[in-house]
């Protein structure tokens, strides 16, 4: 689609809405917006917000004509197009030694090789961008538009080691372009994968110690330990951290948090409102996900040390979350139930399955679960992953097949998993019941022969599935589908 000579596409027009009583049809093209073109959604929805607008519009035959437009405060328009972005997505231009893509088996679906490096999905679904193929006109736009916050991918401020990690030769200098940001007000997120023996140690010290230079439009930093599938040959090596590695890392993570939090509460000053002194001296800003803490043997830090779950979506803090959401609602289904608010089966066994890397606390979770509903049995099964390769033990990155295998296998032994097998929604294609390897929720609940519930994000969730209560609300999905996502628990 070349929008710059021809326009957007227009492939439906809601009824009854402005676009449709003044006549515009599916197939047609919006060419500009009061003059200006439009290149994406954002110029599109920023041009439309005036109250009226003067809308060219181009036929399929070629001929032009323009429409005056007046819309009240937030009506929308009423138009859809090819792509929910208007705009092709940007592909990376890195070739990063710990990138995932280049480590998933051939076969898949063809969306999940593609690698995106796209500052507006950073914006619109929580996508990290490295920056690299970032023009001036991009970071004009991100000021202009204020599309915040903007989710980085820094990984080191050494500029010489960023350019070897990312094989990307402007992959130093492309950091100066977060000061940008930063001088506009622009808020920010950053990650940092670690990779042994190159961007940990003293060099963490060193990106961290930089980062709380952009503070306070920097909200938080996480860290994560890099992934490695089996399927890395011929690519850098790289080996996996030992629990003795991952509690240096959370050592340094944690001296940082004290150092940072200490730093801010004094910088606050006698003259700061209550309300700002309290938001800033509780800044952390740096954390640890939370495969550091599994990996060292450690205790999990309590809620109020993640700030709020700013990096929620990377694993830092889903498991305290999860912990203190399902305690909260065993809480309150405890008293509903003895409320006579609602009422459960006599018996109910389900099996809740799930990676390696939160089964033991899935586990004491469901235990307190069949203390708090005697009639309720569940149990968390760990799921191997023969897919990826064992190294991989996060929820979110299980396949069909390992499913379908190792579970059709425990059946054959005569093992019972209940009337109900409970899966985490990570697992899934976007607002789909696909996972990645193509295999469909039908696909594993015929071959199991067991139904198959999906389980959203959260405590409450968890305890009605195993409850056998219907979900509470429905869930809305992004409309903007890319393939890379976080993976989940």
Same mark, same amino acid.
């Given at each position: 689609?070349?929008?710059?000579?021809?326009?957007?596409?227009?492939?439906?027009?809601?009824?009854?809405?402005?676009?449709?009583?003044?006549?515009?049809?599916?197939?047609?093209?919006?060419?500009?917006?009061?003059?200006?073109?439009?290149?994406?959604?954002?110029?599109?929805?920023?041009?439309?917000?005036?109250?009226?607008?003067?809308?060219?519009?181009?036929?399929?035959? *070629? %001929? $032009?004509? =323009?429409?005056?437009?007046?819309?009240? +405060? @937030?009506?929308?328009?009423? &138009?859809?197009?090819?792509?929910?972005?208007?705009?092709?997505?940007?592909?990376?231009?890195?070739?990063?030694?710990?990138?995932?893509?280049?480590?998933?088996?051939?076969?898949?679906?063809?969306?999940?090789?593609?690698?995106?490096?796209?500052?507006?999905?950073?914006?619109?679904?929580?996508?990290?961008?490295?920056?690299?193929?970032?023009?001036?006109?991009?970071?004009?736009?991100?000021?202009?538009?204020?599309?915040?916050?903007?989710?980085?991918?820094?990984?080191?401020?050494?500029?010489?080691?960023?350019?070897?990690?990312?094989?990307?030769?402007?992959?130093?200098?492309?950091?100066?372009?977060?000061?940008?940001?930063?001088?506009?007000?622009?808020?920010?997120?950053?990650?940092?994968?670690?990779?042994?023996?190159?961007?940990? *140690? %003293? $060099?963490? =010290?060193?990106?961290?110690?930089?980062? +709380? @230079?952009?503070?306070?439009? &920097?909200?938080?930093?996480?860290?994560?330990?890099?992934?490695?599938?089996?399927?890395?040959?011929?690519?850098?090596?790289l080996e996996p951290f030992t629990p003795a590695e991952a509690g240096r890392v959370i050592d340094c993570i944690e001296a940082w948090q004290k150092r940072i939090r200490d730093g801010l509460s004094k910088s606050c000053g006698s003259g700061a409102a209550d309300e700002d002194a309290d938001s800033v001296s509780l800044c952390h800003l740096v954390h640890a996900s939370d495969e550091w803490y599994i990996l060292a043997g450690r205790p999990l830090p309590e809620e109020e040390r993640y700030d709020g779950f700013l990096q929620y979506e990377n694993g830092v803090g889903m498991l305290r979350l999860l912990i203190n959401e399902t305690h909260s609602a065993l809480e309150a289904y405890k008293k509903s139930f003895a409320n006579g608010e609602f009422a459960l089966p006599q018996s109910r066994s389900v099996t809740c399955v799930c990676g390696k890397l939160p089964a033991p606390y899935l586990t004491e979770l469901l235990k307190e679960a069949e203390e708090a509903f005697p009639g309720c049995r569940a149990r968390v099964l760990p799921i191997r992953n023969d897919y990826f390769g064992e190294g991989i033990t996060v929820t979110g990155l299980l396949t069909g097949t390992d499913l379908i295998h190792q579970l059709s296998a425990r059946l054959a032994g005569g093992e019972d998993l209940g009337e109900e097998l409970l899966i985490s929604s990570a697992m899934l294609r976007r607002g789909e019941n696909v996972f990645l390897d193509d295999k469909t929720t039908e696909d594993v609940s015929s071959a199991l022969g067991l139904p198959l519930r999906v389980v959203q994000d959260g405590g409450e969730a968890l305890i009605r599935a195993v409850l056998g209560l219907p979900d509470s609300s429905d869930h809305d999905w992004q409309n903007y589908e890319v393939p890379d996502r976080d993976p989940g628990l």
């Open positions: 689609m070349d929008w710059k000579t021809k326009g957007h596409r227009i492939t439906a027009v809601e009824e009854e809405s402005a676009a449709w009583e003044l006549g515009i049809e599916p197939g047609m093209y919006l060419v500009s917006v009061n003059g200006f073109p439009v290149e994406d959604v954002f110029d599109y929805r920023f041009r439309m917000a005036d109250e009226e607008c003067t809308v060219r519009i181009r036929e399929e035959n *070629g %001929e $032009e004509s =323009e429409v005056q437009v007046h819309l009240e +405060t @937030g009506e929308d328009f009423g &138009l859809s197009f090819e792509n929910g972005l208007m705009s092709s997505y940007r592909s990376c231009c890195n070739h990063c030694i710990f990138c995932f893509i280049d480590q998933m088996p051939p076969g898949m679906r063809e969306t999940l090789y593609f690698k995106d490096d796209d500052s507006r999905l950073s914006f619109l679904q929580g996508n990290y961008v490295t920056l690299t193929n970032l023009s001036e006109h991009d970071l004009d736009r991100i000021i202009r538009y204020r599309m915040e916050p903007i989710n980085i991918s820094v990984h080191t401020t050494n500029p010489e080691l960023r350019v070897r990690m990312l094989r990307n030769r402007f992959a130093g200098e492309a950091l100066g372009k977060m000061k940008r940001l930063k001088d506009a007000g622009i808020s920010m997120n950053a990650q940092i994968v670690l990779c042994k023996g190159w961007n940990d *140690g %003293e $060099e963490l =010290e060193r990106t961290i110690r930089d980062l +709380t @230079g952009y503070l306070p439009e &920097l909200k938080s930093v996480s860290v994560v330990p890099v992934g490695l599938s089996r399927f890395r040959e011929g690519l850098e090596p």
